[in-house]
T-cell receptor, first 114, second 115 residues
């Protein structure tokens, strides 16, 4: 069975600095997709970034980028120039290539200090 | 122009009652999901429907019964509520054909509190 692990329950970053959130996963599939979701206190689940496993190039969305290491089964999220609005719970998620359910990690609570 | 909407937003009820949560999406997706987020914020799939057909049914007590009258709606009915059912329940949707890279679009959640 596929699993997703986020080993950092909490992280903190100074405003305007860079922070990296870690995620590892376990799967025997070769075709899959990875996502980072953000959940602010409002409880919304907001897609931050997605990565196809067959693509070697790391995905980037403005200040958000990933470091995808397929062999190591690692998928970390880098947030550059952190802003107060980035404070939220961040979830790493996995979905196999044939579709189906999204499997989530335990989440990392990110706080941003002014 | 809400994409995935759930009602109610908050639900407070007593043990033993029966309650329903409704979900509707206007994204034209044909696959919908129910997720449960527990007190530690862990998100776990409960059910998934594709075109009104149940395709995912995780180990959930049979007090929970999903119903999909059409592909735009997925409701969750819970019988004989227990204290442990207190959680946030999220509805989500995604397209089926392009599901390989499709993220799930989530509703804003329903916070259920059982007293």
């Amino acid at each position: 069975a596929q699993t997703v692990t986020q080993s950092q329950p909490e992280m903190s970053v100074q405003e305007a600095e860079t922070v990296t959130l870690s995620c590892t996963y376990d799967t025997s599939e070769s075709d899959y997709y990875l996502f980072w979701y953000k959940q602010p206190p409002s409880r919304q689940m907001i897609l931050v970034i997605r990565q196809e496993a067959y693509k070697q190039q790391n995905a980037t969305e403005n200040r958000f980028s990933v470091n995808f290491q397929k062999a190591a089964k690692s998928f970390s999220l880098k947030i550059s120039d952190s802003q107060l609005g980035d404070a939220a719970m961040y979830f790493c998620a996995y979905r196999r290539g044939q579709g189906g359910k999204l499997i989530f990690g335990q989440g990392t609570e990110l706080s941003v200090k002014p | 122009d809400t994409a995935v909407s759930q009602t109610p937003k908050y639900l407070v009820t007593q043990m033993g009652n029966d309650k329903s949560i409704k979900c509707e999406q206007n994204l034209g997706h044909d696959t919908m999901y129910w997720y449960k987020q527990d007190s530690k914020k862990f998100l776990k799939i409960m059910f998934s429907y594709n075109n009104k057909e149940l395709i995912i049914n995780e180990t959930v007590p049979n007090r929970f019964s999903p119903k999909s009258p059409d592909k735009a709606h997925l409701n969750l009915h819970i019988n004989s509520l227990e204290l442990g059912d207190s959680a946030v329940y999220f509805c989500a949707s995604s397209p089926f054909r392009d599901r390989r890279n499709s993220p799930l679009h989530f509703g804003n959640g329903t916070r259920l509190t059982v007293t």
